[in-house]
Each structure stands twice: as C-alpha cells, then as structure tokens.
C-alpha cells in the first residue's frame, strides 16, 4: 500500500487522503466514472502519486462527486455539469438546473406517449384507445409529382426539397390542390441503399378529350393499402410504422416494399408537434 495511503483516523478532515478505490465506494462511482471525470476536468485527484500513479482525492470532494453523480443520472451532459460546478453565481445555476428539468419534462412526456402506444397494440382486445389500422381502396387520380433520390439519413431533407418544389409547381400552374401532399418510398424496405423518393399531391384535371396532362402531371392507378393515422411528432413515426408492419405481417398480406407518409396535419397548421397526424401507409399487391 502507498505510503499516501491514510491509517490513522487522527488525521484533520481536510489532509485526509482517500485512495481512488476507498473514494469509489465512498461516492457509489466507478473507477471508470471517476477517470472520465478526471479527464473532462469534472473532478480531478487531489493528489496523484509521482511514482505509482496511484490517485488519491480528498474528503472534501465527496460533495462534488455528489453532485455529478446525481446530475449525471438525471441525464445531463457533461458539459452543462461543467458549467454547474463552474458557476458560483446561484441565479445562473438555477436556470440552467431549470432548463434541464424541462428537458426532463419535454423528454418523459415524449417517454410516456411512446410507452401508450406500446402498451395499446393493435390486436389489444380493450379496443378503445387501440390503433385502427384498416386496408383501404385508393382510387386512379391525377396527381402532380416530384421525384429524387435519398438515403435513410437523408430522406427528411430530400423530402423538405421535394416538399419546396412540388409547392412552387402547384402554384405557377394554378392547379386546384384537391388533398394534402404523400411522400411516397420505393426501397422494398432496404433502407442501407439509396432509393427512389416520390412527393406528390392530387390535383384537379378535367379530361379535356385529348386525355394529355401537364409536366410532372401523371395519372396514379388505384391501389390497396394498409394504413393508419399517426398522431404526434414525426420523430415517433417509427412506432406507429412498427405496429402497421406487425399487422400486415400477422395477416399475411403480399406488400410490394412501398410505403407512404400524407401530411395531414403539419407545421402548416399548427405550432404543437403533439398535434401532428401523418396517415401512414404500406402498399398492398
């Protein structure tokens, strides 16, 4: 044992100094925790050792290990935790402890819709508040369409792109919109390649006899498809997609890879992300 090492309990409080494992079990950390806070310049050893490299720390950092332990396990960076220690101005502390509880807040409310919409599955006998998830007709219609191309990482910018444009067209031709805009992908669920992104909205076009449509006009054939209505933020899509494919996969349904999102409700009309509705769909062969 190094000779830093304390034996004797007649030793001040304050020269007291506790090797890294005593001060481990002391603070409930592990050397790990205590090294990468040494390292981010959370807690540094009082003492290291010049030959052993055997670090110590004092008693009196057992308040600052305190401190980290319990803001790291409210989940805040390390960053703000730096900022924390830092700042012996009380006002600055407290809002910056304020923010993160609305960061807390704003994250178990996200946390506790996406924990309802687990526990409310679709083959859930109590009904009620269950996903309805149905196989839907959609009948031919003119639609006017922009195309391009995307990966998993990229599909929300492309789509915004798309988005932008498809707008500006439907504007210079003064074509009646007749519902609201579907982004459409062609990956047959491989989403590790780049794939095909159609944006597209129906339009009104009256047959003129010459059956002729506009640039970037075409006419979508009827289709069969599975959908559902997604209610909030985009960023919890994925919950209700899951449940789609598990009821499409449970009744054996021949899906051709395609699947669409339809903007129902979107910052257009509204500032609450929790007020979103996003009808989402799997193509039906």
Same mark, same amino acid.
């Given at each position: 044992?190094?000779?830093?090492?304390?034996?004797?309990?007649?030793?001040?409080?304050?020269?007291?100094?506790?090797?890294?494992?005593?001060? &481990?079990?002391?603070?409930?950390?592990? +050397? =790990? !925790?205590?090294?990468?806070?040494?390292?981010?310049?959370?807690?540094?050893? *009082?003492?290291?050792?010049?030959?052993?490299?055997?670090?110590?720390?004092?008693?009196?950092?057992?308040?600052?290990?305190?401190?980290?332990?319990?803001?790291?396990?409210?989940?805040?960076?390390?960053?703000?935790?730096?900022?924390?220690?830092?700042?012996?101005?009380?006002?600055?502390?407290?809002?910056?402890?304020?923010? +993160?509880? $609305?960061?807390?807040?704003?994250?178990?409310?996200?946390?506790?819709?996406?924990? +309802?919409?687990?526990?409310?599955?679709?083959?859930?006998?109590?009904?009620?508040? !269950?996903?309805?998830?149905?196989? +839907?007709?959609?009948?031919?219609?003119? &639609?006017?369409?922009? &195309?391009?191309?995307?990966?998993?990482?990229?599909?929300?910018?492309?789509?915004?792109?798309?988005?932008?444009?498809?707008?500006?067209?439907?504007?210079? =031709? *003064?074509?009646?919109?007749?519902?609201? $805009?579907?982004?459409?992908?062609?990956?047959?669920?491989?989403?590790?390649?780049?794939?095909?992104?159609?944006?597209?909205?129906?339009?009104?076009?009256?047959?003129?006899?010459?059956?002729?449509?506009?640039?970037?006009?075409?006419?979508?054939? *009827?289709? =069969?498809?599975?959908?559902?209505?997604?209610?909030?933020?985009?960023?919890?899509?994925?919950?209700?997609? &899951?449940?789609?494919?598990?009821?499409?996969?449970?009744?054996?349904?021949?899906?051709?890879? $395609?699947?669409?999102?339809?903007?129902?409700?979107?910052?257009?009309?509204?500032?609450?992300?929790?007020?979103?509705?996003? *009808?989402?769909?799997?193509?039906?062969?």
């Amino acid at each position: 044992m190094p000779t830093e090492a304390v034996r004797q309990s007649t030793i001040p409080a304050g020269d007291r100094r506790l090797p890294i494992g005593v001060f &481990a079990s002391l603070t409930h950390l592990t +050397h =790990k !925790a205590l090294k990468t806070y040494e390292r981010y310049g959370l807690l540094r050893p *009082a003492h290291v050792d010049a030959e052993t490299r055997y670090r110590f720390y004092a008693l009196h950092q057992v308040r600052t290990a305190e401190i980290i332990r319990v803001l790291r396990t409210a989940g805040m960076p390390l960053r703000d935790i730096a900022g924390v220690l830092a700042d012996e101005d009380t006002t600055s502390l407290a809002a910056l402890l304020g923010r +993160h509880r $609305e960061h807390l807040a704003a994250e178990l409310t996200a946390t506790d819709r996406l924990l +309802h919409h687990l526990e409310y599955v679709p083959t859930d006998p109590r009904g009620g508040l !269950a996903l309805e998830i149905a196989v +839907h007709d959609v009948p031919a219609h003119c &639609a006017l369409i922009c &195309a391009g191309r995307c990966t998993f990482e990229t599909h929300e910018t492309t789509v915004d792109r798309l988005l932008d444009r498809l707008g500006a067209l439907t504007h210079a =031709k *003064a074509l009646k919109v007749l519902e609201r $805009e579907t982004a459409t992908y062609f990956s047959d669920f491989d989403l590790t390649h780049d794939y095909r992104v159609e944006v597209s909205v129906p339009v009104d076009i009256r047959d003129d006899g010459r059956r002729t449509l506009p640039p970037s006009c075409c006419l979508v054939p *009827a289709a =069969k498809v599975a959908g559902a209505i997604h209610r909030g933020p985009y960023h919890e899509m994925s919950a209700t997609f &899951a449940s789609l494919v598990a009821w499409v996969t449970d009744r054996n349904l021949p899906v051709t890879g $395609e699947f669409s999102e339809t903007y129902l409700i979107d910052e257009r009309d509204t500032d609450d992300p929790d007020a979103y509705r996003t *009808a989402i769909g799997l193509m039906i062969a």
